[in-house]
């Protein structure tokens, strides 16, 4: 049985949380590999975010599909041509590909 209780990331105000005790029938290895999806989601969650209000920010002045795309950023992803969502569902999934095989 693994212990999350000694990993880095445990605050003092909350001390170990784990509301739906995901933690208590995971082995090591499982541990690890919550904690690696916990940190990926978080940075693709946070460049989301940076995304969003650049793409608020630049309206109409991206060199990007040529100042194509305009209106609020909520809209901007249906104006986005559709071979760009191929390209970056490619490399996407060639990291994904890679990371899983590297591991940990």
């Known amino acids: 049985k693994a212990?999350?209780?000694g990993m880095p990331g445990i605050l003092d105000p909350v001390?170990?949380?784990d509301p739906l005790g995901l933690a208590e029938?995971?082995?090591d290895a499982t541990l690890k590999r919550y904690r690696e999806a916990e940190l990926a989601h978080g940075r693709v969650s946070m460049l989301a975010v940076i995304g969003f209000l650049v793409g608020e920010k630049v309206e109409g002045s991206s060199f990007l599909f040529d100042a194509s795309i305009s209106g609020p950023a909520i809209t901007h992803i249906t104006q986005v041509p559709d071979g760009f969502w191929a390209v970056i569902?490619?490399?996407i999934g060639?990291?994904?590909a890679t990371r899983a095989e590297t591991g940990w």
């Open 94 to 96: 060639a990291y994904e």
């Open 89 to 91: 569902v490619a490399f």
């Open 25 to 27: 029938k995971a082995t």
């Open 15 to 17: 001390g170990f949380f």
């Open 3 to 5: 212990s999350a209780e």
